[in-house]
Every structure is written in structure tokens, then in C-alpha cells.
């Protein structure tokens, strides 16, 4: 079964199915990580303007950095893991296919740990700054 040929048939079996579907899922997580890396991009760089002086603080800088490291090496992980689905084809028992779901759900895991803790940041980020602007703005209408 060709599990990079992503359309599921009614023939296909209950496994053929699930390497399909962890196959699509795999890739909308891998396009998910590339956005996240734009998106990443913009936020140091807005931190290492003139806004940094406003949110005044370093340390959202540095957790925006290292979460940079940490998504693009998670994109590397979850791209050679996809190279690696290519074998999949290859299983001839159930023992091999629970193997690849198992995998699977370890990266499933990560992922989600990994958008957990951007998408906390990122919150701490944008209520500082509203904070910010919240506070600039009600002092220069006084």
C-alpha cells in the first residue's frame, strides 16, 4: 500500500486507513511548523525593535528565540520521519504497522506539546503588550 498516495478507498483496510490518515495529519503538522517559523520570524522581530522597549522585557525575546530552535528542530524530526514512512509499504505483520502507529503518536505528543507551549508565550507576549498599550493610551487621554 502506497502511504504517500493519501486517498482512502473503501477497499483499503482499517490499517491501510490509519497510515492514510496519519499521513495527512502529518503533513498539515509539518505545513502547521512552517507557518509557526514565519510567524516566530515576525515576533523577534517586533521584540527587537522599538516595542521591546514597550513590552520591556528580554525574556520574552529569549523564550520566542529558543522556541525557534525548537520548532524548526521538531520540522527536521517530523520531515525525516515522514522520509521514513516511506517504509511502511515494507510491513508484512501487524507487529511492524502498531510499531509506525506508535511512533506516530510520539510525535502526535510532541507536537502538541510543542504548539502548547508557543501558543503560551505568545499569549504572555500579546497581554503584555495590550498591557502596554492599554496603560499608554489611558495616560495620554489624561
Known amino acids: 500500500m502506497d502511504y504517500l498516495q493519501k486517498e482512502i478507498y473503501s477497499h483499503d483496510s ?84 502498531m510499531a509506525y502507529i506508535n511512533e506516530h503518536e510520539t510525535y502526535r505528543r510532541s507536537y502538541l506539546y510543542h504548539l502548547d507551549k508557543y501558543r503560551r508565550i505568545k499569549d504572555e507576549f500579546f497581554s503584555k503588550v495590550q498591557g502596554k498599550f492599554t496603560l499608554l493610551s489611558m495616560s495620554s487621554s489624561i
Not at 507557518?35 to 525593535?49: A, D, H, P, Q, W
Not at 529569549?62 to 517504509?87: G, P, V
Open 14 to 97: 482499517d490499517i491501510d486507513v490509519t497510515h492514510k490518515i496519519n499521513s495527512i495529519e502529518l503533513d498539515n503538522w509539518i505545513n502547521h511548523l512552517k507557518y509557526v517559523r514565519k510567524e516566530l520570524s515576525n515576533l523577534i522581530g517586533l521584540c527587537s525593535t522599538e516595542l521591546d522597549h514597550r513590552v520591556n522585557n528580554e525574556n520574552v525575546l529569549q523564550k520566542f528565540q529558543k522556541k525557534e530552535s525548537e520548532n524548526e528542530a521538531l520540522l527536521i524530526a517530523l520531515q525525516n520521519y515522514m522520509n521514513s514512512r516511506r517504509d511502511i509499504k515494507e510491513c508484512e505483520d501487524t507487529q511492524c504497522d
